[in-house]
């Protein structure tokens, strides 16, 4: 049964740097791909960036290109944030999935990813 736990979140100031890591476990497969997605309060969940494990292919939104970096090493994916404003105060979810025909991109919807983890809280002081 595939596993997702993610770690790393807290509270942090304005305009520092927050790292979350994302342990998949439970999966034989190593084409698989793992996304972080992000909700605040009132908002609708957004997609952040995704990545393929077997190949370290990544796609990111375009509003998390220049302050987010999605990266793995084994089954654990890490996102790095930096330059944190208040804006990205928000529970933070990693999800996994078999990757299939469809390419990196086009997986990289919330709604298609089947296994989340409980998700962590990232706080951002003014």
């Known amino acids: 049964q595939l596993r997702v736990v993610e770690s790393g979140g807290g509270l942090v100031r304005h305009g520092e740097s927050l790292t979350l890591s994302c342990t998949v476990s439970?999966?034989?497969?190593?084409?698989?791909?793992v996304g972080w997605f992000r909700q605040s309060p009132g908002k609708e969940r957004q997609d952040i960036a995704c990545?393929?494990?077997?190949?370290?292919a990544t796609f990111y939104r375009a509003a998390f290109k220049d302050r987010f970096i999605i990266s793995a090493a084994g089954r654990t994916i890490y996102l790095q944030m930096s330059d944190l404003k208040p804006d990205d105060t928000a529970h933070y979810s990693c999800?996994?999935?078999?990757?299939?025909?469809?390419?990196?991109?086009?997986?990289?919807?919330?709604?298609?990813?089947?296994?989340w983890g409980q998700g962590i809280q990232v706080t951002v002081s003014s």
């Open positions: 999800a996994a999935d078999i990757m299939g025909v469809s390419s990196l991109q086009s997986m990289c919807i919330y709604p298609l990813f089947t296994s």
């Open positions: 439970g999966i034989t497969s190593e084409k698989f791909a």
């Open positions: 990545i393929s494990v077997i190949d370290g």
